[in-house]
């Protein structure tokens, strides 16, 4: 399979140019790229136009690529046409699985021969997604991978890169590569898992806030306030794993897991807790041990506080004005 | 019940001086407050003055109350003499259920008469830990209340607050009142619930990555990164609700159920989805707008935006060099 040489690329191609859509439009534009939009809204450009004007201020400050132009943009009507040429094409339609399996499949058969297709998609399969395309497209359901950005995709770095069945290696590892030289922060999945890892997580918190609000536990208020005063100032920095490693004190992970294990079985969440074998409490502790890299304890505990003095100096004149919201 | 007037309180005691313990008595201080602990460590002394020498330039940072002072504190033995005119009491003992019940039980009997108690549990409800307090000490066992920080208490501003069965309402309004006063950012709740707000949030999330991480689907790193790089960015000024609001365009919340509602039955995390029923989509619905207090939806994506970039370019030098670290 031969694909681009993504240092040559100029050109890419968004399908679908709604919020997603247009908020890779933008993030295209901002890293120097020009982007041949495809949508069948009639006032699809209007709504680009808007969305990349608010989102250059933003894009501005975190900083252009070199010739960086937030005009470089053409909406096209004709699929074929839109995706001309361009060295890449982002996928970006509504999720509705019928209509990401007709679309893929017409990218499939037009996009250039050499272009990697990435879809948008929150949470369908690659492998379910592809079946027309595979169908109709072999060759350029080949070059199909999912690349899950997160709303807006021109301000949160990350990617959710993981193929189909009918994906070739060198598909994923190309888009994989790709979204890191953009800047993305790519996570790369070895396999299939609905949902990918963010939202999975994300849909755990959210379904146990619907639970509580269905129980007049808590209100909207409270359950938002209970993240962005409590934990949410940690996890910009260190995620839910490091965050209970460091809750194990000097322990650690290990220290957590020994002495706080039981606790798995209180009823602190409608979710399951699995079984806690000495197979599970090793592979929590490796994959930890090896997150951290060597750093210590304290050397994680300074990051952590500095990371939330700064964060919440940073946002202390925003929050002042919000929900529950404090300095 | 005749309580403390909060405005003239110059001492606190805490009671139990570890990691939580000794964050809270950290906090206190950076308030102006003189703290007495009461620590059965040989060692207690020793590790709350490292404790606090820590966490001193971060309590600075964010902004000492007049007449601060890190040294202003002792430790004692004996517990009636660490209690003696105190005007506030927190426990932080470690969280052993009979532990609890035995301390809160000397607590109250010794404590001022008008002194409230806060316990620091993370997942006990005051009703089951006060039990011993109620059957020895039933005018002291009114004034406790869960007062639940988050780690470390000096830095994060959350304190869930909530009485148990035989909890006087005027000292759980007390204790709320308190926190507030000392510059906490209080959820008070109506009535216990296991793990309470934050806990029952996070620990979903957690148990979510218990259950990717005994499958082979994901590592610590990826799991970290997910959140760190992805939702982590925004919740610190939008939780989960408000930022589910957002996802679903100008329609907001409304939309979101409406449109996405059957999404809640895709296998996207092993918790189970609340049937979403009109009574639930409307009670998500109202308290989101009560929540949201008339902000349009634009109002709150460019807060949003606002606050992402700000935490970005924040912790960006911190991050730079941590797991999977981006600026």
């Known amino acids: 399979m031969e694909l681009r040489d993504m240092k040559t690329i100029d050109t890419v191609a968004c399908v679908g140019a709604g919020v997603i859509g247009g908020g890779w ?18 006032e699809a450009g209007e709504r680009l136009a808007r969305l990349v004007d608010n989102a250059w201020p933003a894009l501005t400050e975190l ?3 070199e010739g960086a132009d937030k005009d470089a943009w053409t909406v096209h009507t004709d699929l074929a046409e839109a995706l001309e040429g361009v060295g890449f094409v982002q996928e970006s339609a509504p999720e509705n699985l019928e209509m990401k399996q007709r679309l893929l499949a017409d990218i499939a058969a037009a996009a250039p021969a050499d272009a990697v297709i990435g ?16 169908a109709e497209a072999p060759a350029g359901a080949a070059r199909l991978v999912v690349g899950h950005p997160f709303n807006p995709p021109y301000l949160i770095p990350l990617v959710e890169v993981v193929g189909g069945e009918h994906t070739a290696a060198a598909a994923v590892d190309w888009a994989a590569e790709w979204y890191t030289l953009i800047g993305k922060s790519v996570i790369r999945m070895d396999r299939e898992l609905p949902g990918f890892i963010a939202n999975r997580l994300q849909e755990a918190l959210w379904r146990e806030a619907l639970h509580m609000i269905d129980n007049g536990e808590a209100t909207a208020e409270q359950i938002d ?3 962005t005063d409590g934990p949410g100032l940690r996890w910009p920095l260190l995620g839910p794993m490091l965050t209970f490693h460091l809750a194990g004190g000097q322990g650690g ?11 798995l079985k209180s009823p602190w969440t409608r979710l399951e807790a699995p079984e806690l074998t000495k197979k599970l409490r090793d592979a929590v502790v490796d994959s930890v041990d090896e997150a951290t890299k060597g750093r210590t304890i304290d050397e994680l505990i300074r990051a952590r506080d500095a990371s939330v003095i700064a964060v919440r100096q940073a946002i202390g004149s925003i929050r002042r004005d919000y929900p529950g919201g404090r300095e």
């Open 25 to 42: 439009a933008a993030y295209f534009l901002a890293r120097g790229l020009r982007v041949r939009v495809w949508d069948p809204a009639p």
């Open 63 to 65: 900083g252009l690529a």
């Open 119 to 134: 879809s948008s998609t929150s949470g369908y399969s690659m492998t379910e997604m592809a079946r027309t395309a595979v």
């Open 225 to 227: 306030r209970s993240i």
């Open 253 to 263: 992970m290990a220290h957590n897991l020994d002495h706080f294990g039981p606790s």
